[in-house]
Nanobody, 124 residues
Framework: VQLQASGGGLVQAGDSLRLSCDAFGLDRATGWFRQAPGKEREFVAVISRRGGRTIYADSVKGRFTISKDNAKGTVYLQMDTLKPEDTAVYYC?????????????????????WGQGTQVTVSS
């Protein structure tokens, strides 16, 4: 299973973008990660499988919002007040199955299905 991420682009600092992740109806916690050139892939945000719990990296807290349309099986990442340091390839991923509806892992190793990534570039 490969998730489908979209919505990236080139924007200026202070602008907004909304990323979408088609999770094909997977009933899993879904997370967003990002990887800048020369850096490791890092956690950005996660939403539990029913959408009742979210966790954010400190670097995006208050600027990014993760949400889920359970009917469509799509997860969104609304990114506001973008900064040049947000420039990266953004990946969505589905976590391993877990019976808890509040399961929200932040470690990459907890994710089993990944999307192909979408480039976000923020110019200063």
């Amino acid at each position: 299973v490969q998730l489908q991420a979209s919505g990236g682009g080139l924007v200026q600092a202070g602008d907004s973008l909304r990323l979408s992740c088609d999770a094909f109806g997977l009933d899993r916690a879904t997370g967003w990660f990002r990887q800048a050139p020369g850096k490791e892939r890092e956690f950005v945000a996660v939403i539990s499988r029913r959408g009742g719990r979210t966790i954010y990296a400190d670097s995006v807290k208050g600027r990014f919002t993760i949400s889920k349309d359970n009917a469509k099986g799509t997860v969104y990442l609304q990114m506001d007040t973008l900064k040049p340091e947000d420039t990266a390839v953004y990946y969505c991923a589905a976590a391993s199955a877990n019976p808890s509806t509040f399961y929200t892992p932040v470690q990459k190793t907890s994710y089993v299905y990944w999307g192909q990534g979408t480039q976000v570039t923020v110019s200063s």
